[in-house]
Nanobody, 124 residues
Framework: QVQLVESGGGLVQAGGSLRLSCAASGRSFSNYGMGWFRQAPGKEREFVTSISWSGVTTNYADSVKGRFTISRDNAKNTVYLQMNSLKPEDTAVYYC?????????????????WGQGTQVTVSS
């Protein structure tokens, strides 16, 4: 069992930056691929980015490529999401996710554990 707790959300102006953190408790954090998803009001939850267990491999949704960066520190059981050049359309609840495998995750069926979410609001 893995518990995931996100932090770092908030209100920011367009063009600004935020850094989200996801602290994992439980065993074998380094065995899991990790990811971030988001859900805007009235929309379905969507994939944002993921990272393999080693941190070597990552993938991103086209909408965030070049602006967001995912990273992880296995010694601290934490995964991060650095978000730059934020846009109003990035406004959503952001969820941390642990995959069923050690590799990348790109869709909801690949997620084994979810965090509770953290709100990110980007004002224009």
């Amino acid at each position: 069992q893995v518990q995931l707790v996100e932090s770092g959300g908030g209100l920011v102006q367009a063009g600004g930056s935020l850094r989200l953190s996801c602290a994992a408790s439980g065993r074998s954090f380094s065995n899991y691929g990790m990811g971030w998803f988001r859900q805007a009001p009235g929309k379905e939850r969507e994939f944002v980015t993921s990272i393999s267990w080693s941190g070597v491999t990552t993938n991103y949704a086209d909408s965030v490529k070049g602006r967001f960066t995912i990273s992880r520190d296995n010694a601290k059981n934490t995964v991060y999401l650095q978000m730059n050049s934020l846009k109003p359309e990035d406004t959503a609840v952001y969820y941390c996710a642990a995959a069923w495998s050690a590799g990348l995750v790109s869709g909801i069926p690949g997620v084994r554990y979810w965090g509770q979410g953290t709100q990110v609001t980007v004002s224009s």
